[in-house]
């Protein structure tokens, strides 16, 4: 295996940091410009899989549109993901308005997100769909700058930065990473 000493173009393994803007339906949904770029390592999923294999060659300051199709950014939309809910089950401490978001746990007592759709007189409507589900999502890249990923950032498959982003939540077994266990 020989190590990747050419940093001027996107590459399996290499940390990218990429400016962008999401359109969706034709209204710009996220931006790096509030936020700064994105830093990721190329090739490990930490992006959109869509979006992540049309970035391979790019140079720094190249840009480019790429258009993710909806099955291959957050999926379809599923209308068996919407869910009525009778509205005495209803947490009192929620507003029951149209567009909040909550977040639930299923049966298997995982981490969901819903959003209320529908609030009628004795029932609750939530969706639980990706909020960019069925959406085709167009982004606009710019390459910032790309550097060499540490071992240890490979080892893990995300970036270190001073923010961790590790999603070990239940604890980490890897030594060194950087949420501390
Ligand atoms: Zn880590």
Known sequence: MSANTDFSKVEKDLVVSMEYNLTVDGE????????GPIEFIQGKGNIIPGLEKELYGMKIGDSKKVKVVAKEA???YDA???EEVPLEDFPK???LEEGVELAVENEEGEAMSAVIV???KDTVTLDFNHPLA????DFE???ASIRAATEEELKHGHIHDDECI?????GCDEEGCCCGK
């Not at 069925?134 to 999502?137: A, R």
């Not at 590790?166 to 239940?170: H, N, R, S």
């Open 141 to 143: 890249v710019t390459i």
């Open 74 to 76: 957050y999926g379809e």
């Open 28 to 35: 710009i949904v996220d931006s790096s410009t509030e936020d």
């Open 134 to 137: 069925g959406k085709d999502l």
């Open 93 to 95: 401490d929620i507003p």
């Open 118 to 120: 529908e609030v009628g």
């Open 166 to 170: 590790c999603d070990c939540e239940d």
């Open 80 to 82: 068996e993901a919407v």
